[in-house]
């Protein structure tokens, strides 16, 4: 009923699980931020201190989910360049 998937088949589909779920991280924590930012009223001299963390917080989440995925699609890319050559000569 099922084939049986090779093990790059399986690899791939790890790769794209993993980066589907850090770029929905990333934007869900961009909605958050764009939420919070423009619906909630805020002081206008000075951001609050636990806002100022918040915000510290998400952009490390937010650097952390683009190095991520960033590292995990130049390596598929880098080996899908190096195979192609491979079949061109």
């Not at 099922?2 to 991280?25: G, N």
């Not at 002081?43 to 636990?50: E, K, N, R, W």
Request: aromatic share 6%.
């Amino acid at each position: 009923m099922f084939k049986e998937l090779t093990t790059e088949e399986i690899e791939v589909r790890v790769w794209a699980t993993i980066v589907l779920v850090l770029a929905s991280i990333l934007l869900i924590s961009v909605l958050c931020i764009l939420g919070a930012v423009m619906f909630v009223e805020q002081d206008m001299t000075a951001i609050a201190p636990i806002d100022e963390a918040f915000l510290a917080i998400m952009k490390d989440i937010m650097l952390l989910c683009i190095g991520a995925v960033g590292g995990i699609v130049g390596r598929k890319g880098a080996y899908s360049a190096i195979n192609s050559m491979k079949e061109c000569k």
